[in-house]
């Protein structure tokens, strides 16, 4: 039986008729997400890089923006900065997070954001069949198709805002 929960998250797939999978991340005891979610995504049949991370940083003329970034990915600053025409960035705070967003940290999905919020996405995206991101509710994820996902981020600026490993 598959969990059932409700969020703008969830709302805004169904009012697109978007097939999604609600993943249950177990909470520790002091209600952050378990450090063992590759295990769990595999176990679920998904890959753990297809992670779709919402990283909320802010400029310091632009305010709030966030980053969809998958797998590894660090974002590189300097390339954020350049796009924003800004001289200073830092990552948002603890509790900047949900005042930016609408949702606390661990639960931050790249889509169903107030319209005030800059989003921007990375290429990184782009390259799974499947992603996984923030359902809007701690505790649990969503896997859906990644070409859905890029519909819903179609407004969004697409780039490459992330360091690459050598």
């Known amino acids: 039986m598959q969990a059932q929960?409700?969020?703008?998250?969830?709302?805004?797939?169904?009012?697109?008729?978007?097939?999604?999978?609600?993943i249950?991340?177990?909470?520790?005891e002091d209600q952050k997400p378990i450090r063992s979610l590759e295990a769990l995504l595999q176990a679920n049949g998904l890959d753990p890089a297809s992670v779709v991370r919402s990283v909320v940083f802010k400029g310091e003329n632009t305010g709030f923006?966030?980053?969809a970034v998958a797998g590894a990915g660090r974002a590189d600053w300097a390339k954020l900065r350049a796009h924003l025409g800004e001289r200073k960035c830092r990552m948002a705070e603890y509790d900047e997070v949900p005042e930016a967003t609408g949702?606390?940290?661990?639960?931050?999905?790249p889509i169903a954001?107030?319209?005030?919020?800059?989003?921007?996405?990375?290429?990184?995206?782009?390259?799974?069949?499947?992603?996984?991101?923030?359902s809007g509710v701690l505790g649990y994820a969503i896997a859906l198709k990644g070409q859905d996902l890029m519909q819903l981020l179609a407004s969004a600026t697409a780039g490459d805002f992330v360091k690459v490993e050598a």
């Not at 949702?103 to 999905?109: D, K, N």
């Open 5 to 22: 929960i409700t969020s703008p998250v969830t709302e805004l797939l169904s009012q697109y008729g978007y097939q999604f999978q609600i």
């Open 24 to 28: 249950p991340i177990p909470l520790s």
């Open 65 to 67: 923006c966030l980053l």
């Open 103 to 109: 949702y606390v940290v661990g639960a931050v999905p």
């Open 113 to 134: 954001l107030p319209d005030t919020l800059t989003v921007l996405v990375d290429n990184s995206v782009k390259a799974y069949d499947r992603v996984v991101i923030g």
